[in-house]
């Protein structure tokens, strides 16, 4: 099946979303997401996921420290799926610069979170992209 980039981030994202209510195995995520049609599912998608919570530890530290008036426990769930993609991309995904996968979250949040969440995400992201270390083309 053939999705655009931004199909395939919101699709990973609903998947990581869901997933922060109950902890089911990824595989059974994929197959409901199948079953139901209501995610689009392709190995881009599998691959986004998988590698989300592969890197799960280190992404929250990550977004620890650019939160630091939030505890994790306090960040939405929305806004931490979303959190967890976008730097997941920025750091891993060789073709995803850092500015695209901010935007792409921002925009992602703008559909599925309210407008303070969306500059909460930018703001912390932002934050991340200015730090040491992170290249624009990482």
């Known amino acids: 099946m053939k999705l655009s980039r931004r199909n395939i981030r ?5 998947i990581i979303f869901e997933r ?12 409901i997401a199948k079953e139901s049609e ?7 998608v599998i ?8 890197h799960l530890d280190e992404l929250d530290n990550i977004i620890s420290q650019y939160s630091r008036k939030r505890s994790l426990e306090r960040i939405p769930k929305v806004n931490l799926s979303l959190l967890r993609l976008a730097i997941y991309e920025a750091k891993y995904s060789e073709n995803v610069p850092v ?8 925009a992602i ?14 703001g912390a992201l932002g934050a991340y992209s200015r730090s040491e270390g992170v290249s ?3």
């Open 10 to 14: 919101e699709s990973a994202f609903l």
């Open 20 to 31: 922060s209510f109950e902890n089911y195995e990824l595989d059974e995520l994929f197959d």
């Open 38 to 44: 209501n995610i689009p599912i392709n190995d881009e």
């Open 47 to 54: 691959k986004i996921v998988t590698g989300v919570y592969e």
């Open 99 to 106: 500015n695209v996968a901010i935007s792409e979250a921002v």
């Open 109 to 122: 949040a703008q559909k599925y979170a309210f407008e303070t969440d969306a500059k909460f995400i930018n």
């Open 136 to 138: 624009q083309n990482a």
